[in-house]
């Protein structure tokens, strides 16, 4: 009679085959080999698909690159199915991550029938498969990550900005229409004109032409540029640089539930992981603090020399 396994099902031969086939597939995506490997495999793909875009060398080495290609689209078929074997004990877990969707759709939409006569999909299909290589750079999964967790924030921070460009476009249309009507004509424009002051580029060119108006023009312009550009401008690098941080710990956090659950200790609540990370920073802050009591107190406790 077949033992139950940790689940509480009991695994026969057949249970056995597929743990020991979903454990070698999970050995061998996660091994840096493999990875190093996929990432210099979407590295020649992207080369090529480049070189594609140059004429000459398109009429000289077609048949070459359209081999390449083809070649990749195999390694990334069979990469794909052993990241499914990995997930054989369970395989819906297979669709619960994102990348894993991803890679099913953009690789497998190359054998939808009637999608090879259109060349400007198939050529998007082939730019977004370069775009996987984000999927072995954890810093950019991060970084990615951080920026998606931003996006509520930016959010407010783009309606400040709007409002802003509206009243200061108002206020600069009903003093500059009939002066500069090529920048001050309408409010979409007033706002344009603005928007191009924002980006600091060529704004002084715009505003000494009006300075002969009034000298408040330069009141108006000044003002402008440090609301909207230096301090909102601040306000979304500390909204991003904020985000970034919690998506960091976020992902020490994952980090060190997965070497929890290697030691059979199952965190999956979010909140506790946040507080252990927490709990940690706290630590080695506390462990930095006494170390610089103990140096403070050791070089006090010398005896002053002759």
């Not at 009507?181 to 060119?205: A, Q, Y």
Request: with cysteine.
């Amino acid at each position: 009679m077949a033992e139950p396994n940790e689940t509480g099902v009991n695994e026969g031969s057949g249970g056995r085959l597929t743990s020991a086939i979903a454990d070698r597939c999970h050995s061998i995506v996660e091994s840096e080999r493999f990875q190093f490997f996929i990432v210099g495999v979407i590295v020649v793909n992207a080369i090529s698909l480049g070189l594609y875009t140059f004429g000459s060398v398109e009429q000289s080495l077609g048949s070459s690159l359209a081999t390449i290609d083809r070649i990749c689209l195999a390694i990334y078929v069979v990469e794909l199915v052993i990241r499914f074997l990995s997930y054989l004990r369970a395989p819906a877990d297979f669709f619960k991550s994102g990348w894993n969707i991803f890679d099913l759709v953009v690789i497998g939409s190359v054998f939808i029938p009637g999608l090879a006569n259109e060349t400007a999909i198939l050529r998007v299909l082939r730019v977004l498969r370069i775009a996987r290589i984000l999927r072995y750079l954890p810093d950019i999964q991060i970084l990615a990550r951080g920026l998606l967790k931003a996006l509520r924030p930016l959010s407010g921070l783009l309606v400040l900005t709007i409002v802003l460009l509206f009243l200061y476009g108002m206020a600069g249309w009903s003093f500059f229409h009939t002066t500069a009507p090529e920048n001050w004509n309408n409010i979409g424009r007033s706002m344009l004109t603005l928007f191009t002051v924002l980006t600091l580029e060529g704004w002084p060119d715009i505003m000494y032409p009006l300075l002969d108006l009034t000298p408040w023009v330069a009141l108006y312009f000044v003002s402008f540029v440090l609301i909207a550009t230096f301090i909102v401008f601040n306000m979304v690098i500390g909204v991003i640089l904020n985000s970034l941080d919690t998506a960091h710990k976020a992902e020490n956090a994952r980090q060190r539930a997965a070497a929890l659950a290697d030691d059979g200790i199952l965190i999956s609540d979010p909140r506790v992981l946040a507080h252990i990370e927490t709990l940690r920073e706290a630590i080695d802050d506390l462990e930095v603090d006494i170390a610089n009591r103990d140096s403070r107190a050791a070089a006090s406790e010398q005896p002053p020399t002759a």
